[in-house]
T-cell receptor, first 114, second 111 residues
């Protein structure tokens, strides 16, 4: 039973380019959450998605950031026109969505903007 | 969201028990107490959770005060692999509510 798969593990982008981060949830999990961790800081919630729906995007920056979780395929976090301040570790988590329960996190994508 | 307070850092010797405290004086009746940990360069990992009663699993034990205003995560025998940041998080038993991570406690384990 594979865990939450994130790719790529490391991503380098030049300022102004686009970054696409992928997250495949655990089998049977229909809820996906994205978190960002800036260097030496804590984890900050970004967005919560279910299949084809954004449930809570209260933590998403207003511009340049978007997320989707299509009916088929992985969830994608997209950052347009990246800036140096976007350099961070981005973690995806998934859950089955029933009322308890906790999350299973992926190993993250480390984005470096040069 | 009800907040938690944890010490910034703690140290332990290898193979000794570790008690990681968490204060949550504004906890509500529907809040579960969750613990996650984050090893270096990895994503957070579930440790344990509870509501009112003490809980045990293969990783740790969770001791919850009778008034639920505080709790303690207990690692019975610390290993070097337990060096991590430990997060104590409250979350209502709500469908899909996200976890709010604080700064946590950075645990160092000395050989």
């Amino acid at each position: 039973n594979a865990g939450v798969m994130q790719n790529p593990r490391h991503l380098v982008r030049r300022r102004g380019q686009e970054a696409r981060l992928r997250c495949s949830p655990m089998k049977g999990h229909s809820h996906v959450y994205w978190y960002r961790q800036l260097p030496e800081e804590g984890l900050k919630f970004m967005v919560y998605l279910q299949k084809e729906n954004i449930i809570d995007e209260s933590g998403m920056p207003k511009e340049r950031f978007s997320a989707e979780f299509p009916k088929e395929g992985p969830s994608i976090l997209r950052i347009q026109q990246v800036v140096r301040g976007d350099s961070a570790a981005y973690f995806c988590a998934s859950s089955p969505g029933d009322s308890y329960h906790g999350y299973t996190f992926g190993s993250g994508t480390r984005l470096t903007v040069v | 969201d009800a907040k938690t307070t944890q010490p910034n850092s703690m140290e332990s010797n290898e193979e000794e028990p570790v008690h990681l405290p968490c204060n949550h004086s504004t906890i509500s009746g529907t809040d579960y107490i969750h613990w996650y940990r984050q090893l270096p360069s990895q994503g957070p990992e579930y440790v344990i959770h509870g509501l009112t009663s003490n809980v045990n699993n293969r990783m740790a034990s969770l001791a919850i005060a009778e008034d639920r205003k505080s709790s303690t995560l207990i690692l019975h025998r610390a290993t070097l692999r337990d060096a991590a940041v430990y997060y104590c998080i409250l979350r209502a038993d709500n469908y899909g509510q996200n976890f709010v991570f604080g700064p946590g406690t950075r645990l160092s384990v000395l050989p």
